[in-house]
Nanobody, 113 residues
């Protein structure tokens, strides 16, 4: 069964950190470009992507603050988020890049004092 399960979100103060995890099942994870996306309101935007070889790219809004990584043995992609800002508040999702799988439930990140 093809499935994505995100976790690690929560409430954090501005300047704080969180690490998100996403476990994939039902796909050959190691050969897939993977990405983290977020949705606040109507639109979903890509935040970070990582290739099977570990090449990464980030949205300008998170460069220098977020780090994406992957563990192919665990079929897991991570997003380390530092120096969080209120505008990072969103539901975060993972998927292939570009998205091809059904979306998981996401994990809520709220940055507020």
């Amino acid at each position: 069964q093809v499935r994505l399960v995100e976790s690690g979100g929560g409430l954090v103060q501005p300047g704080g950190s969180l690490k998100l995890s996403c476990v994939a099942s039902g796909i050959t994870f190691s050969i897939r470009d993977m990405g983290w996306y977020r949705q606040s309101g109507q639109f979903r935007e890509v935040v970070a992507v990582i290739s099977p070889g570990g090449r990464v790219d980030y949205a300008d809004s998170v460069k220098g603050r977020f780090t994406v990584s992957r563990d192919d043995a665990e079929k897991t992609v991570y997003l380390q988020m530092n120096s969080l800002k209120p505008e990072d508040t969103a539901v975060y999702y993972c998927n292939q890049n570009p998205p091809q799988m059904s979306w998981g439930q996401g994990t809520q990140v709220t940055v507020s004092s």
